[in-house]
């Protein structure tokens, strides 16, 4: 059974950090390509953004716009954790984040995911 399990989230102030972690279990890890969602505050559970994304099957790693130069995602194959340093947050990176995996690759195919955890960054 496949597992996914968030944890690092918090309240911060604009300029602050937060590292996210995704621990996995159930499938072979470095076939799957692992994802970072975003689910804006009053947007529903299907309507989350992708903001990173790391292939394990060859080291790629994809950011969204609003990601890039901020976060840095990253994986630990010995532990089966990816993680996601947010650095610089703004009021916008506010949200629920989830982590997805994907067999097909950072693109699509996620059809597995945590239950999320919870960003906040006050102005």
């Known amino acids: 059974e496949v597992q996914l399990t968030e944890s690092g989230g918090g309240l911060v102030q604009t300029g602050g950090s937060l590292r996210l972690s995704c621990a996995t279990s159930?499938?072979?890890?470095?076939?799957?390509?692992i994802g970072w969602f975003r689910q804006a505050p009053g947007n529903k559970r299907e309507e989350v953004s992708q903001v990173s994304c790391i292939d394990n099957s060859d080291g790629s790693t994809d950011y969204a716009d609003s990601a890039k130069g901020r976060f840095t995602i990253s994986s630990d194959n010995a532990n089966r954790t990816v993680s996601l340093q947010m650095n610089s947050l703004k009021p916008e990176d506010t949200g629920i984040y989830y982590c997805?995996?994907?067999?097909?690759?950072?693109?699509?195919?996620?059809?597995?995911w945590g239950q999320g955890t919870q960003v906040t960054v006050s102005s």
């Open positions: 997805g995996a994907s067999w097909v690759n950072c693109r699509g195919g996620f059809g597995s």
């Open positions: 159930g499938f072979t890890y470095d076939e799957y390509a």
